[in-house]
């Protein structure tokens, strides 16, 4: 293994890289915004030289003396040409063949963006699908999309919890611009922390994601881009208030210091404090809140000499209290008279990105990311307390080149991670430091036509997980025009935060059983999984409209995973799986546009995920195996001034899911083994006024459908069936809102 290593890190040296243009075709729009086109035509003119631009819109095309005119074509865009006298970084902007078709394509391409070219199977969500709903933060952002599941996660705050192929997020890598993010202390609430107005695009990728990124991708990857503070508008407010007595206000405040230099100052802050019990249960159904969030971006950008760099810093307060309505923090904390909660988190963060491309060799380049962040929070329910501190630094260091031309490219570098826990829980204090230091290679080749494929290893040595090898390989057969085969195996490992996870156990009378084998972490091993899958995608034309035909099917295989038993009503169980544990997860997928700027997607999500329990092998609890969804959204015509109407439905079928047994307790605080389906409806209506203002009013589970024995002994908090756990489904009811948006 040492020796494989060690010709992985040197095969920069023994490269003969031709010389190559590489570059990026854009839309050219009134802000300069880096809208790529995927599939622009690039070759040379009298020649067979040629390629299309990547989903990204980037290419690259081998330079001969021979030739020196580039033309650049793409359909409903004028045909550019332009005169290269060597190899160098193209960045062309192509002009729309008319106003009105500009409009129309962006909007298409703005929203939701899929590729057949691309090796992994990655959907990128762009800001006009994020226009569709609120999306206050992150994790309202997937509302509008299939390939991410949006459940209730616990009674009392609210949270919405994310999933993929069948698996909670704790097995998703969830990064900001390919940093780290969502994890470990974070990673319970870390989606509420990112405010949707400063996400410029999400790249969400199914199964094991790139070994450059990390070893802990299981299911997935979900990766957010922000804003640039060169692209983004100067000035940008949104304001937003709901009737369960939300209010949100973010203003981005950007800067063009120099030809080179860009700043942004972000500021975000959110309150709800009314007192909200619409099923009568005595509860809140939101938690009472207050944030702060404050981030200052730094852009730095020489295309000529070849550098690019980000820096970015962050504070964050957060706030909530949580319980019965009538508690008071002042005069109720631990005692009887209330059942009542506080989660205060506070968080530090900062990341640099730095990147370098060879003037001489614009194929080759560097790069190098670092993130620090602290995240500190105290939180009690009811007598139970729970307090983390997590420290995290994070490096990674790589390069980019070629072998032989650039069809064959490969990535390598290093990479070096450090997390500190302190918890304290009930008393009882877990400390532990998590190092860990790896080496990667991933080769990638590409051949539009036929056949792409993406083929990496890395060995990481963790001082508890042990020293270990993953690989991981993604495939790409285009047998027909428009119509691409996909394929991909990958494995995963992670280290389980098991309270920090399960945040919501603490909610409830369950007595935490920790069942460890003598492993390093609390007890247990590591976790270990295999995720393989395959899926075909289909682009068409009907009746002169575009759409796309997709299925998809990937299963998941753990080796080892820290299983959580919530079977026994009393207690929650953490053991190391012993037995079977696995994921199926099938998706089709069609979406059309059926009349001119009216857009249908429908999709259909079959999961069956088990595991073995201490009672046997059971389907996921809190899971429905079926789910049907729909998305209408259409558009009226833009005016000369970008003045128009938006209108967006989405609709989720639920079919039912199974819930933990409750069995062992008395009639009046038992649940039925299954909770029947249902379905959700939201909605949007935007009116844009002009380019700089626009105004939008929505609803989510407009037919108010709620959960009402969302809390299992409401009536009793402080006795033996306490339990807010259990949620299946919304419990807050019909939710109505308004807002603003001002771009200057």
């Not at 709903?133 to 599941?149: G, K, Q």
């Not at 506080?342 to 060879?358: A, H, N, P, W």
């Amino acid at each position: 293994m040492k020796n494989n290593l060690f010709l992985f890190l040197l095969v920069p040296m023994f490269i003969n890289a031709q010389d190559t243009i590489q570059g990026m075709v854009m839309e050219a729009n009134a802000e300069n915004k880096h809208i790529g086109l995927a599939g622009a035509n690039v070759y040379w003119q009298d020649s067979p030289i040629g390629t299309m631009t990547l989903e990204d819109g980037t290419f690259s095309i081998p330079y001969s003396k021979d030739y020196n005119k580039l033309i650049i074509s793409f359909v409903g865009f004028k045909t550019d040409t332009l005169t290269l006298d060597g190899p160098k970084m193209v960045h062309h902007w192509l002009q729309p063949s008319n106003q009105l078709d500009e409009v129309v394509v962006e909007q298409k391409r703005d929203a939701v963006q899929k590729t057949i070219f691309s090796a992994q199977n990655m959907v990128t969500i762009n800001s006009a699908e994020l226009l569709k709903a609120a999306c206050c933060n992150l994790s309202e952002s997937f509302e509008t999309n299939p390939a991410i599941d949006v459940n209730f996660n616990d009674a009392l705050t609210g949270t919405k919890q994310i999933e993929m192929l069948g698996l909670t997020s704790p097995y998703l890598l969830i990064t900001q611009e390919n940093i780290p993010m969502v994890r470990g202390a974070s990673q319970a609430y870390g989606l509420t922390f990112t405010p949707g107005t400063w996400v410029e695009s999400i790249q969400i990728t199914k199964g094991a994601g790139s070994v450059v990124n990390g070893y802990e991708s299981i299911s997935g990857q979900i990766n957010t881009e922000l804003q640039k503070p060169l692209t983004d508008h100067p000035i940008f407010v949104n304001g937003y208030a709901n009737m369960n007595g939300r209010l949100e206000l973010n203003t981005h405040l950007n800067t063009k210091l120099s030809d080179k230099w860009s700043t942004g100052l972000y500021l975000h802050g959110n309150r709800r404090d009314a007192d909200v019990d619409n099923n009568d249960d005595g509860f809140l159904d939101n938690p009472l809140s207050n944030q702060i969030n404050v981030m200052n971006r730094w852009q730095y950008q020489d295309l000529e000499k070849g550098w690019v760099s980000f820096f970015n810093v962050r504070f964050l307060d957060d706030e909530k209290q949580v319980g019965q309505t009538d508690f008071d923090p002042g005069t109720d904390k631990f005692t009887t008279n209330a059942w009542g909660s506080e989660i205060g988190t506070q968080r530090f963060d900062g990341s640099l990105k730095l990147g370098y491309v060879f003037p001489e060799m614009p194929f080759q380049s560097f790069g190098f990311q670092m993130s620090y962040s602290h995240h500190a929070q105290d939180s009690y329910y009811g007598f139970n307390t729970y307090d983390i501190d997590h420290e995290s630094i994070y490096s990674n260091f790589l390069f980019n080149s070629i072998i032989g031309n650039t069809k064959h490219k490969f990535t390598t570098g290093l990479s070096f991670a450090y997390d500190g826990y302190d918890e304290l829980v009930n008393g009882d204090t877990f400390a532990r430091s998590d190092r860990s230091a790896g080496a990667f290679f991933e080769y990638s080749y590409t051949n539009l036509e036929k056949f792409s494929l993406t083929a990496g290893a890395r060995v990481d040595t963790h001082n508890r997980l042990g020293t270990f090898f993953t690989p991981r390989i993604h495939l790409r057969y285009t047998p027909w025009e428009n119509g691409s085969f996909r394929g991909s195996f990958g494995m995963g490992r992670r280290a389980a935060n098991i309270f920090a996870e399960n945040q919501k156990m603490f909610a409830s009378s369950r007595v935490i059983q920790l069942n460890g084998n003598g492993g390093d972490i609390y007890g247990f091993d590591g976790e270990k999984a295999v995720n393989y899958g395959f899926g075909f995608i289909q682009k068409f034309n009907l009746f002169e409209r575009p759409g796309d035909f997709s299925v998809d099917f990937y299963r998941t295989d753990f080796e080892n995973q820290v299983v959580v038993d919530w079977e026994n009503p009393s207690e929650i169980s953490f053991s190391n799986l012993d037995g079977k544990s696995y994921a199926n997860s099938l998706q089709v997928e069609l979406n059309h546009e059926v009349l001119p700027n009216l857009e249908v997607r429908t999709a259909y999500k079959f999961y069956d995920v088990k595991t073995e329990y201490q009672t046997g092998l059971l389907q996921k609890p809190l899971q429905a195996k079926h789910r049907f969804f729909t998305n209408v959204g259409y558009n009226t015509a833009s005016k000369e001034n970008g003045s128009q109407w938006r209108f967006d439905y989405t609709f989720n079928l639920l079919g039912e899911q199974r819930l933990p047994s409750t069995s062992s307790n008395p009639v009046e605080y038992r649940l039925q083994d299954f909770a029947g389906g249902y379905s959700l409806m939201n909605a949007q209506v935007t009116k844009v006024f002009s380019d700089k203002f626009e105004v939008y009013v929505g609803g989510e589970n407009l037919t108010n459908f709620r959960q009402y024995n969302a809390i299992l002994g409401a009536d009793d908090p402080f006795g033996p069936y306490f339990d807010t756990s259990i949620v299946y489904a919304p419990i807050f009811g019909r939710m109505l809102y308004t807002g603003f948006r001002l771009k200057l």
